[in-house]
């Protein structure tokens, strides 16, 4: 038996069947460790991932703007006057006869859309069928990439509709007093029957803001009639007072709320094509029944029903901690949320001559 012993140790320890086969697999163990380092690595870099997006985007956005100054420059040179808000008539009869292309859709030229521009007539009344298939076109240059409902809306009228999400300057809280007063109280670049020359930008045109950034289907409470406590233009409450005490229709009391502002590029009201500086950017303001939603505009009567109008439509945006702005001088700055609400008034204005210095926006 001595040499069978001798045969099978050796067979097993030097070769043959009984030799020993090289491992081909992880552990569990290892696996686990692998997956921890995995996605270690992808906590530390999806911060930056993300911040390079954002980059990216804000650039884009902030080209779309610089674009729109362009625009308004080259516009101002061809008609020696920068496009109106919006052109209100009254008829003889007592109605209304609206011109609803505002200044987004006069100055398609010159951002290189001439087919749609050649497609309307800007001098017809609001909702005419002839502009329908031009109106119901979108327009990527009014749209921040940012922007996180970019969806068109489905228009009763028009089918699917481009939003805007850069609104141009169209007052503090004062926008239109009706017929009942002619433009002085008009403190800002754009307004309703009337458009400005660069000569009356006293404060100077880097010191006065053209457009702001907005959002796309913003929540709107208007179609108030008037507000109960803001319908003087020359005593419009401070951009620091408490938005539901100075104003108690953010309840929607009397009101009606929609949920579509800043979603038609060719509406000429306040609520589509523009923003106030009642508020500083992206200022908080619950509103509507029981306060339910987090961020709400105002405006008291729509420009094309006669007015008075009163408005806080805020400049909002998704870019942390601010928004882009488009000056007079075609300059675009990113104004911090947490500026002085004085400073975004005064800059709201052509001719209020503040004092603005250079390192507060």
Request: proline content about 7%; glycine content about 12%; charged content about 15%.
């Amino acid at each position: 038996m001595t040499w069978w012993f001798k045969y099978s140790r050796g067979k097993t320890m030097n070769g043959g069947m009984g030799k020993r086969r090289g491992r081909n697999a992880f552990t569990l163990v290892e696996l686990l460790v692998v997956i921890a380092i995995i996605g270690i690595l992808i906590a530390l870099l999806l911060p930056a991932v993300q911040a390079a997006r954002e980059a990216a985007r804000r650039m884009k956005c902030s080209n779309n703007l610089k674009q729109i100054g362009l625009a308004l420059h080259n516009y101002e040179l061809s008609y020696r006057t920068l496009p109106p808000g919006a052109l209100v008539r009254q008829q003889p009869g007592g109605g209304l006869w609206t011109g609803y292309l505002g200044p987004h859709a006069r100055i398609l030229p010159f951002i290189e859309m001439n087919n749609v521009t050649d497609a309307m007539d800007v001098n017809t009344g609001y909702g005419d069928l002839v502009n329908t298939e031009a109106v119901g076109r979108v327009i990527p240059g009014f749209l921040c990439p940012s922007e996180t409902n970019d969806e068109p809306l489905n228009h009763s009228k028009f089918g699917l509709i481009g939003g805007v999400n850069y609104g141009f300057c169209m007052g503090d809280w004062y926008v239109w007093n009706g017929f009942n007063s002619p433009c002085p109280p008009c403190r800002s670049a754009f307004g309703i029957n009337f458009g400005r020359r660069w000569a009356d930008f006293s404060d100077g045109v880097s010191n006065t803001l053209l457009a702001s950034e907005v959002k796309n289907y913003q929540v709107t409470i208007r179609d108030c009639g008037s507000f109960s406590t803001i319908n003087d233009p020359n005593n419009v409450p401070p951009p620091s007072a408490d938005p539901l005490t100075v104003c108690p229709e953010y309840e929607g009391s009397g009101c009606t709320v929609f949920r579509n502002a800043h979603t038609q590029w060719a509406e000429m009201s306040v609520h589509h094509n523009g923003f106030t500086t009642a508020w500083p950017p992206n200022k908080v303001t619950p509103g509507g029944p029981g306060l339910s939603e987090p961020d709400v505009d105002v405006i008291s009567a729509r420009e094309r029903l006669g007015g008075p109008t009163f408005a806080a439509i805020t400049s909002r945006s998704y870019h942390p901690g601010g928004v882009q702005s488009l000056l007079g001088d075609g300059s675009v700055r990113f104004m911090s949320e947490t500026m002085d609400g004085q400073i975004w008034r005064a800059l709201g204005t052509v001719a209020g001559r503040e004092v603005i210095p250079a390192d507060n926006f």
